[in-house]
């Protein structure tokens, strides 16, 4: 365990802003940065982010172009604490560690997601920044004001709004390598004096990153997104605005690259950026609109009313491949097919003098949605788990010898004349490769004293011990889920100013959930098929047992625990969770520029079910409770030259919901997503840093340095080891992210130069599910995670026109992660995830 010290962060701050004093130049005659007050929303209304009490970093526009950010994961690296990542419908989001279980559409996330004030549902967390103002990131449990499901946090996604006094517009064009063209459009026009009209448009298209080169393969993670908004601004009096907005988002992506790190994937080099995925009709899809409205009605100078209503619509597909190779005989994809419609309501009051400020109000938010979760593999990879489980049924009965397949003429030979041989000629000698040998052997095995052996084996049988002419055809497994879930609230949230300089901040909120939750097996077509066979096989006298399991559920034992999963059958559940959470917070301004603040606060996400787990419907999953004790600094120092932010934080997580890939060792078949429950101890500290040293040069600092301590029931990961149970394992990370910003003046404009060193500390070792040692060859296998990018653009003095050259990842810098996944244990095909290349290009603007 690391030498952890939290005054760390506090001598880091001390030595910087002592080196930057000392090397500060001359200040130019025309300032071109300037430490700005950032308006954000944390607290339900406008207020300068450094005048919170809460940990918040915001994001702004000129970030966001800065870097060329489309979607959360592009701005992780910039907020201490925060990561994002994952599918575009299926995103996780982390906050301090805490990902959200966001596999099964049974459970809810651990970090709340809002666009424009309104709960986000799990397949649309994660939405394309166009025509955005800024996005905020709150962290620790917002159990108060953000409510439902953050209990590690809130993301606040805030597009521009329509201005009734500005006509405005613009169109980019951003465009790289790897075929890479964004196209974004926005125009603010006002109708009259009273209403204003606010429309954006954006169109993201590029090829994948990854060369997969297999025949007629799908384009992996290419990208083709177009997104639009329109919004409506009426100031209907003095005192009152509605605003009607709509937005849409259409995305038809390529899969994600399944990039294999076995014998038989393409090579055993994962960043070599060459890939053979054969996963059938591979894509990504999500097909979303949605449309609301916001009024806001002042009663007088003190109070105020807000009330805003939000109907999102939204269908997905995610189709990948997921053993990594192009073999026929070691196929899997999975696809992910949901829809869901979310109606979300709030009714806020506010009030507001020089000695009270008080935000309360009534959420309320009904969601239908269902989810098809399928896994699909054939008839060769079935027969080539029989071939293993035969070899070890030969193994266990002494017969000397393996064989390479049950569909090699040699192999079945071998096979039938030995099992007639021990049976005593019970089989009747040698049989040819018809389908009706297959389906009388697959009946002898189970009719036979071997039955008790290869019991636990069924699944695998009943699905393996087909014909050589059932060759490329599928075996589809699903899993279909709907759910019909509630959630209400009520909240008060009051700041008193004791004294000028101190004050107090009670909040508390009482939140309901209520779920109806529903699991059903559909029919693997294939499995059906041979089934029907083997009746009419039975029915004409040859050797058939007359009942054979089906196929189903060979793919996913994991799914036939508890109450069982059976096909024609629905299995429902319901339950509700309910709880009061709240936060006390103590602020102190030491200067108008500098303030510090202590709270303590609690937050909750509710129970629910797992999607691939039934017993879960008897045995629900836990609420995860979480509190927080935080402490935080505030300052402008050096004549609002030097921004610091800091924050000590110590979070306690009970029934803690984990997303983890495990096999059960007492039925065979493949590993599968399951959600766990432990608890978690988390402290550390995070640091944002902005120094002006001349007028002309700004810096950044950006670093974090958290401790975990876990505790969760032990679990098989998708190698077969054990992982979990009561030890406890404490982790270190550090990461930082160092800013740079220099501006001149050139040609009738001005320049700028950007540029972001991104540092991550990795450790990957014996703890971590799925390691194993033979993965340190793999190249960076475990490296500390360095990233350099850059932007140099001019701006005419004007503001009409701009031109910008911009690279990421210019050290073209590429990592992994720990093979795992679906086929690790039983096709021994595990795969990785791999960073992005060195990516170039082009922008150009045109403002009006």
């Given amino acids: 365990m690391s030498q952890y010290s939290p005054y760390k962060p506090a001598i880091l701050s001390l030595a910087i802003s002592q080196i930057l004093i000392s090397n500060a130049t001359a200040q130019s ?190 384009d992996v993670d290419a990208k083709d997104m177009l997104t639009g908004r329109v919004a409506l601004l009426w100031e209907v009096s003095d005192d009152t605005r509605l605003q009607l907005n709509a937005d849409f988002d259409d995305s038809d992506n390529g899969p994600a690259p399944s990039i294999g790190y076995s014998d038989f994937s393409h090579n055993r080099l994962p960043t070599s950026g060459v890939i053979a995925n054969d996963v059938i009709n591979g894509q990504e899809t999500r097909d979303m609109y949605s449309v609301g409205y916001r009024l806001e009605h002042d009663i007088n100078e003190d109070w105020s009313l807000a009330w805003w209503t939000n109907y999102r619509d939204l269908d997905t597909t995610n189709r990948q491949d997921e053993d990594g190779t192009n073999h026929i005989n070691r196929y899997l994809d999975t696809d992910n097919i949901e829809t869901s419609e979310l109606l979300y309501t709030e009714l806020q009051v506010n009030f507001a003098n020089d000695r009270f400020k008080y935000v309360g109000g009534f959420t309320y938010s009904s969601e239908d949605k269902s989810q098809v979760t399928q896994i699909n593999t054939n008839a060769d990879t079935g027969a080539n788990l029989a071939t293993q489980v035969s070899n070890g049924l030969l193994a266990a009965a002494g017969a000397g010898f393996s064989i390479d397949s049950i569909w090699d003429p040699q192999g079945w030979a071998m096979l039938t004349g030995a099992l007639n041989q021990l049976s005593g000629g019970a089989l009747g000698g040698p049989l040819d490769q018809s389908s009706a040998s297959y389906n009388g052997v697959l009946g002898f095995l189970y009719a036979s004293p071997f039955a008790a052996q290869i019991q636990p084996f069924s699944p695998i049988l009943a699905a393996g011990f087909v014909a050589p002419s059932y060759s490329g055809q599928l075996f589809t497994e699903e899993v279909r889920n709907t759910g019909e879930f509630v959630n209400w609230g009520i909240y008060s949230d009051i700041d008193i100013s004791v004294t000028d300089n101190f004050n107090l901040i009670f909040g508390l909120r009482y939140s309901k959930d209520e779920k109806d939750f529903t699991w059903f097996n559909g029919t693997a077509p294939l499995a059906t ?61 030491l200067t108008d520029k500098a303030m510090v603040f202590a709270s303590y606060s609690t937050g909750y996400t509710s129970g629910g079910f797992d999607s691939f787990v039934v017993n879960t419907a008897s045995q629900p999953l836990a609420p995860e409770e979480v509190s927080n004790i935080e402490l935080g600094v505030k300052a402008d120092w050096l004549n609002d030259r030097l ?21 059960d060792p007492n039925i065979p078949g493949f590993s599968a997503p399951i959600i766990i429950s432990g608890d978690e101890d988390i402290d550390g500290w995070e640091l944002v840093m902005q120094w002006l040293p001349t007028d002309n040069l700004q810096l950044g600092l950006v670093t974090t340095q958290r401790e975990t301590s876990s505790r969760y029931a032990e679990y098989i990961d998708a190698n077969g080891n054990t992982r979990g149970g009561d030890q406890e394992t404490a982790d270190t990370l550090d990461e930082y992210t160092f800013t740079l910003d220099w501006a001149w003046d050139l040609a009738e404009g001005q320049m700028n130069l950007h540029v972001d060193y991104v540092f991550k500390e990795q450790q990957f070792d014996a703890n971590d599910p799925g390691y194993l040692p033979e ?20 701006r005419s003095q004007d503001d009409r026109y701009g031109i910008a050259l911009w690279g990421q990842n210019l050290l073209d810098n590429r990592y992994t992660s720990i093979p795992g996944g679906l086929a690790a244990s039983s096709l021994a095909a595990p795969t990785v995830s791999l960073t992005e290349p060195r990516t170039y290009g082009i922008d150009l603007e045109y403002r009006f």
């Avoid at 009942?547 to 509700?576: C, E, H, K, M, Y």
């Avoid at 921004?643 to 495990?662: G, I, P």
Wanted: glycine share 8%.
């Fill in 529 to 589: 098929a041979l089934n029907q066979e083997r009746a009419a096989l039975a029915a004409a006298g040859l050797p058939v047992a007359a009942l054979i399991p089906q196929a189903t559920n060979f793919l996913s034992p994991l799914s036939q625990q508890g109450v069982g999963l059976v096909t024609d059958r629905v299995v429902q559940a319901n339950d509700s969770w309910s709880k009061t959470t709240g936060r006390a917070i103590a602020q102190y301004r």
């Fill in 29 to 218: 005659s025309e300032p071109k940065f300037a430490l700005e007050e950032i308006v954000v929303t944390a607290q339900k209304r406008e207020q300068n982010v450094m005048d919170v009490p809460i940990a918040i970093d915001n994001y702004s526009s000129k970030d966001i172009e800065n870097t060329g950010a489309l979607l959360l994961e592009d701005i992780a690296d910039y907020i201490p604490g925060f990561e994002a990542g994952g599918a575009l419908t299926q995103s996780t989001l982390t906050i301090r560690g805490v990902a959200s279980s966001n596999i099964s559409s049974g459970g809810d996330a651990s970090v709340a997601t809002f666009y424009d004030g309104v709960y986000l549902p799990r397949s649309a967390t994660t939405i394309s920044f166009s025509d955005m103002a800024r996005i905020e990131v709150l962290k620790g449990p917002q159990g108060t004001l953000a409510g439902r499901n953050a209990a590690a946090g809130a993301v606040n996604i805030v597009p521009n709004r329509p201005q009734l006094d500005e006509q405005e517009g613009f169109i980019k064009l951003k465009a790289g390598n790897y075929d890479f063209q964004r196209w974004e459009a926005m125009v603010n026009q006002p109708l009259s004096d009273k209403v204003a009209v606010r429309a954006n448009l954006m169109l993201n298209k590029r090829d994948g990153y990854i060369d997969n080169v297999h025949t007629g393969g799908a």
């Fill in 775 to 794: 993965y340190e060859m793999i190249e960076n296998f475990g490296d500390d995670r360095k990233f350099l990018n850059a932007r140099i653009a001019w």
């Fill in 643 to 663: 921004r610091t932010r800091l924050n000590f934080f110590d979070m306690s997580f009970d029934n803690r919901q984990r997303s983890v890939f495990s096999a």
